[in-house]
């Protein structure tokens, strides 16, 4: 990796415990800082502890306790302008919604098409 590509902030919204820690895992891995919520709420306030904006958000589209995916990234981006990705099961969601406010990776997420849209999104 690039020495300038490194130490990116990543947001991750997912509700799975254990989807959230492995998600961050493999983000740390890549040399990613990440800020992991399972929620938008949750993540909102972690973003404003620290007081940094995010270069990336990832988010699940299911989210049962508040907003859905889509609605969460909107949220963040009312204070962040930055890229997204949602990931989701659902294989009726289409590909980019119309403003191309994300990209979706359908479930489950293989790790080398993860790390492709990372670094489609300047992340990586």
């Known amino acids: 990796m690039k020495a300038s590509r490194l130490n990116k902030l990543i947001v ?3 509700d ?3 989807v959230l ?3 961050e895992s493999l983000l740390r891995s ?10 938008c709420g949750d993540a909102m306030a972690k973003l404003s502890e620290i007081g940094q904006r995010p270069d990336l958000i990832v988010c ?11 609605d969460a990234i909107e949220i963040l981006r009312g204070a962040f302008e930055i890229p997204a990705l949602l990931v989701s099961a659902d294989p009726t969601l289409p590909e980019c919604n119309d403003g191309g406010a ?3 990776l359908h479930k489950p997420v293989n790790a080398a098409t993860f790390r492709a849209m990372l670094v489609d ?3 990586l």
């Open 12 to 14: 991750v919204i997912e």
């Open 16 to 18: 799975d415990p254990l």
């Open 21 to 23: 820690q492995a998600t």
């Open 30 to 39: 890549w040399g990613c800082r990440v800020v992991a919520a399972e929620s």
């Open 60 to 70: 699940d589209y299911r989210l049962p306790r508040g907003p859905s995916g889509i």
């Open 102 to 104: 994300y990209r979706l």
């Open 121 to 123: 999104a300047s992340v």
